[in-house]
């Protein structure tokens, strides 16, 4: 029997409530308050994604302290693996007033972790980084071992939630400097809604590893093209055992390498790693890869490779001479390899027959958008006729990999020979006498200026000696 007294008709309030984390089991309780409603008769009805919830609790009414009026609460018990996207609603209904309604938010459903770790390094400092993502409910512990051994200093632990409601940790592990570089082996262990998560990893030192290019004076001098594969660190123990393999078209050539180790200025140390190949094999186009191992057997880095890059048709090959202002003392002249879509490019002179040497070497961009090769070679000013080779070998040669050659001889000291521009062509190579003339004038332009630093250069080293 319902008992109405004399006092107002009141339409309850509606609080939603929920568990702050889901049982081991994935379960969740969620509870429905109703406050301040008159008479005391409420009833609550519950329903998951639109269906009803039929085991649902319901406790007696409570008058509130002061007052007529009455408090109730209902609740339930519901399992949200799987849910992150459903709905559950309580709705209570009274005599003589609308049904109050409200929606509860339902919790990301339990998930473990994805566990990461991840060596972090400065210049002075080696550290590691246990990430651990998209887990759910939030409550976890972290062990950091080393070697196997706990560690049992406190180690910081963020942990911040995301829109969908899963939670992303980050534990960091600042190593002691007795430890650093020793090649320990470190673990980070969670544990999860009563799973354990475990991730271990070898810290070594940080290595850096590039692979340098021919140079022209291996190509000329030596007729072999050296590749050297550089690996660096602050580790001088991850440095020296890092282990090299070459690959010469695809074939294993690491037992023709040779290696260097050495201590760099800035505390660094340093391993090389040089494979020489046969000229021609180079200039046939065959790749040229360097793969890079730690003590236990990781590869650093992706592989290097290196090809020629043959670029377009072949170059055309010029001498122009500096103007003798620029440095009376000093015979500068310049080699220019011009060309459309240049491929690789490698330039050496000789000077009255003698041995190959190099000069300073620079690109310049064309009126056209094309790019030329270019190599100054400054000597001492000499009171005999000189003559000046420039030897240039280039990504188009293919097999036959003799030096394209451009002479320019000097007559005589302050003369101004009728020949000062050579340019080789052959009948396939002719260019419209405007292009010609803007390319022409551009290398002239950046000649000059060239020039002109060049002496402002040497006059500063002259001074400082």
Known sequence: MVTVSNGAVAAPTVFPLAQCEPGSDGSM?????????????????????GQNVLDAVQYPAVKQKTG????????????????????????????RSNNQSVTLPVKASPRSPTVSLLPVFTFESQNVLCVIENFYPKSLTVTWKEDNVK??????????????????AQSFLKLNKTTQGNNK????????????????????????????PPSSRDIFLNNKVELKCITTGTDSGAVNDAAFKWKVGGNDQSSSATVEKDQLENGQSRQISKLKVDVNEWFSGKEIECRVFDKGGEEVG???????????????????????ASDPNHDSVV??????????????????GGDFQEGNTGIVEQQDGNMSHVSILTVKKDSATRKFTCAVKHGNMGKNTSPKIVDYSKSE??????????????????????????????????????????SAILSLVKIKH
Request: hydrophobic share 35%; net charge negative; with cysteine.
């Open 302 to 324: 992706n592989p290097l490779k290196r090809i020629i890059k043959k670029g377009g048709a072949a170059p055309k090959v010029l001498i122009y001479t500096l103007p003798e």
């Open 68 to 95: 007529d009026k009455y408090s109730k609460v209902s609740q339930i018990n519901v399992n949200i693996t799987g849910m992150d996207k459903q709905e559950i609603k309580c709705t209570v209904e009274t005599i």
């Open 151 to 168: 560690i049992e200093r406190e180690v910081p632990l963020f942990i911040q939630q995301d829109s969908s409601g899963y939670y992303t």
């Open 29 to 49: 309780i969620y509870a429905c308050m109703a406050t301040d409603f008159f008479p005391e008769s409420a009833t609550f009805h519950w329903t998951k994604n």
């Open 185 to 212: 082996m470190h673990t980070c262990e969670v544990s999860h809604m009563g799973d354990t998560f475990t991730k271990t990893k070898r810290l070594e030192g940080q290595l850096s590893v590039k692979l340098t």
């Open 413 to 454: 000291p302050g003369v101004v020979d009728e020949d000062v521009l050579h340019c080789t062509k052959s009948e396939d190579e002719e260019e419209d006498e405007y292009s010609s003339m803007w390319s022409t004038t551009t290398s002239f332009i950046f000649l000059f200026l060239f020039s002109l630093v060049y």
């Open 335 to 352: 080699c220019e390899v011009r060309g459309s879509s240049l491929g690789d490019v490698y330039i050496m002179w000789k000077v009255d």
